[in-house]
């Protein structure tokens, strides 16, 4: 495909919902490397916008409002506020960052679907849906919780099984309730207007599958998968009471779909920042479009709002759509739900000032083709061994002994050695190539050879040894310091748009403002006799405790989780208590507790039983290891007839109790009795 040239270049994020704060996985999804992105293209002296905004409305709202006895208003003006402040705090450079509950965004979406249906565009239908007859209201798929049919979860939504993960239609459930009055819902007819998807197809499949064949390959895929099954037209509007209301006479209690309607904040954001120029962004065939994306939105920025484009008629369609796969976190999926997560601005509370090191380690690990995993063991190494290690270590070396030889000023430079010039070529295409990799969204690529040049810097200085020179060749140590301080200078251009806040502290260290993107790759960023800043660390070793104390939050998570979900299991069958009698439960210590060979769920345990001693036999090896039983006074069934378990005879069964998360804990005494004390 033939390259395009563009006069500018319009930037678009997803927009998050408004009902929580943002996490790691937005960021690096989404916000990092759409930053990395805009913050390279103004490097280059480009004509750039980078647009994004919260998504204020649609079910989650309402639905946090509604658990929290609030509007909905309250809890979008609550989070549009922490989730501008967190992009602020990571440096994401929003030229504007607005929300869909701006009157500007309410006129122009409605203006977009009346123009839409002004030209007959939509389909109009009446279809049968869920109702609450006791809330007097049509039921939204969220508001229904009902049995997954395909694992058996009591608690899956109307759209979605968050036990097994499976897409759901809020007829597949079985035993329906509404989570607004806990009622069964009934099915009622209810008139909505569609897009019709299914007219656009051989559009969308020309212009994706034929003219955009350079997209990611999961892009691509995804939206290839989405065409072969056939599209089906898309309602546009939904019942609800919170949204923009639909602008056509005989919609009353109807709002736009928020997939509708959110899409149209990218336009009217740029509206709202450019209000006499915003069509240049969007209509001029000289402005490329990029959306950034993550893969859950694929369908609707690369099918669904083309298609809406495409029906309107006057807009740009995106150029490109590089969404990202998820990010996991400690190998599991990030929930906000089960607040399993590193919130930004939790984030900075445990390390302010560190910024740049999550940036720097959600891009090395980026999701760019396949999901991908964040910890913090490898937070921890990626800071100590690269950050630190590598980069902080040579510029501050560099720094250090400029600083001690010659007075904190570049030195003057003389004969070059082959190895200087070897040194020279290593990094002068290095302009070309990170511009390769930035591109074609390939951030992880490009930040990685940003820090080969830091270790071309370490080998150089390592290889040269400077301080073993000072006693005796001084112009040699200035030949070898002023080499690589032009090392550390192409360092702080091409670290820019990834490491902002440490670049921005390394120019203050070399006294110089921003450099430009059109010297990187050359060797006269600083000229001799150019004073110095004063030198500082540019990153911290994190240690083991910092590290230790983030994995216990998320496992504190984790069995709160637990704990909160477990459903104690239903009463057996009922029994007359002359059975219960017949059993003859005693206390005993135990003497004596040893793991029984060859088989790793038993412990065999000796009893003073008061009664001459016994041995049992308990599954209880994974739960407990045998010192910590020695001693303690346990529950047993006396009377049970006795069985061989791995050629030993257990006479009797410890009682202990299952916890939410399958751990086994044994029924102790509380206080001393005597042993064969019978337990009533």
């Not at 006795?642 to 509380?670: F, Q």
Request: hydrophobic fraction near 40%.
């Amino acid at each position: 495909m033939k390259e395009k040239h563009f006069k500018r270049t319009l930037i678009t994020t997803a927009l998050p919902y408004a009902n929580g704060p943002v996490h790691i996985g937005h960021l690096a999804g989404v916000y990092v490397p759409a930053d990395i992105y805009a913050r390279y293209l103004r490097l280059k002296g480009e004509d750039v916008l980078l647009v994004g905004g919260s998504d204020e409305h649609g079910v989650p709202i309402t639905l946090k409002a509604k658990k929290e006895g609030v509007t909905p208003q309250d809890i979008v003006d609550r989070y549009h506020g922490i989730i501008k402040k967190a992009f602020e705090d990571f440096g994401i450079t929003f030229d504007i960052y607005s929300r869909t509950t701006s009157p500007t965004h309410h006129r122009m979406a409605s203006d977009f679907f009346r123009t839409l249906y002004d030209r007959d565009v939509f389909v109009e239908k009446t279809s049968e849906q869920y109702y609450d007859r006791e809330a007097g209201q049509f039921l939204a798929d969220r508001y229904i919780t009902g049995t997954c049919p395909h694992c058996g979860n009591e608690r899956a939504y109307g759209d979605q099984c968050e036990s097994c993960g499976t897409s759901l239609g809020p007829t597949e459930l079985l035993n329906p309730k509404s989570t607004i009055s806990g009622s069964e819902p009934v099915m009622r007819e209810t008139k909505h207007w569609y897009l019709p998807l299914d007219r656009y197809e051989p559009f969308l499949r020309r212009w994706i599958l034929d003219e955009h064949t350079e997209w990611k390959p999961n892009v691509y895929g995804q939206c290839k998968s989405w065409l072969d099954m056939g599209l089906q037209p898309r309602a546009v509007s939904r019942d609800l009471d919170w949204g923009i209301p639909v602008p056509v006479a005989g919609a009353s209690g109807k709002v736009l779909y928020v997939w509708f309607d959110a899409p149209i904040g990218y336009i009217s954001n740029t509206a709202e920042l450019l209000p006499d120029t915003w069509e240049t962004w969007w209509k001029d065939p000289e402005s490329k479009i990029v959306h950034f994306i993550g893969k859950d939105n694929i369908v609707f920025h690369c099918i669904v709002f083309p298609a809406m484009l495409k029906a309107e008629g006057s807009f740009n369609l995106p150029e490109n759509v590089p969404a990202n796969e998820f990010l996991n976190l400690q190998g599991d999926k990030i929930s906000t739900t089960r607040n399993w997560a590193v919130w930004l601005h939790e984030y900075l509370l445990d390390f302010p000032g560190k910024q740049d090191v999550l940036r720097y380690v959600l891009t090395a690990n980026a999701p760019e083709t396949k999901d991908n995993d964040f910890t913090w063991e490898d937070f921890q190494a990626r800071n100590n061994n690269e950050l630190v290690a590598i980069l902080g270590n040579f510029i501050n070396r560099v720094l250090v002994l400029t600083a001690k030889y010659f007075d904190n000023t570049v030195p003057v430079c003389g004969e070059l050695t082959d190895r200087d010039r070897e040194t020279f070529r290593e990094f002068e295409n290095i302009k070309t190539r990170v511009e390769q990799f930035l591109d074609t969204f390939h951030f992880r690529d490009a930040q990685k050879e940003a820090m080969t040049l830091a270790r071309t810097g370490n080998r150089y200085l390592a290889d040269s040894e400077p301080w073993k020179l000072a006693e005796t060749d001084m112009a040699r140590v200035a030949t070898i310091l002023h080499v690589a301080l032009q090392i550390t200078a192409n360092l702080s251009i091409v670290f820019e748009p990834f490491l902002p806040f440490s670049t921005e502290k390394l120019n203050r260290m070399l006294n110089v403002k921003p450099l430009g993107w059109h010297r990187l790759g050359t060797a006269g960023l600083l000229e001799a006799g150019h004073a110095l800043g004063t030198a500082e660390l540019l990153f911290e070793k994190i240690e083991n405790d910092a590290v230790e104390k983030q994995i216990q939050k998320l496992l504190d998570t984790k069995k709160n989780n637990r704990e909160a979900e477990y459903k104690a299991p239903p009463v057996r069958e009922i029994i007359p208590f002359d059975d219960f009698a017949k059993l003859d439960i005693r206390a005993g210590t135990v003497l004596e507790c040893t793991k029984v060979p060859k088989a790793d769920k038993l412990l065999q345990l000796k009893i003073d039983d008061g009664l001459g001693g016994r041995t049992i036999v308990s599954g209880i090896a994974a739960h407990y290891a045998p010192e910590e039983l020695t001693g303690k006074q346990v529950c047993f069934i006396a009377n049970l007839a006795p069985r061989k378990l791995k050629g030993i005879l257990s006479e009797g069964m410890i009682l202990s109790a299952e916890d939410a998360d399958g751990r086994l804990v044994v029924i102790t005494t509380g206080k001393d009795v005597k042993p064969g004390s019978e337990v009533k």
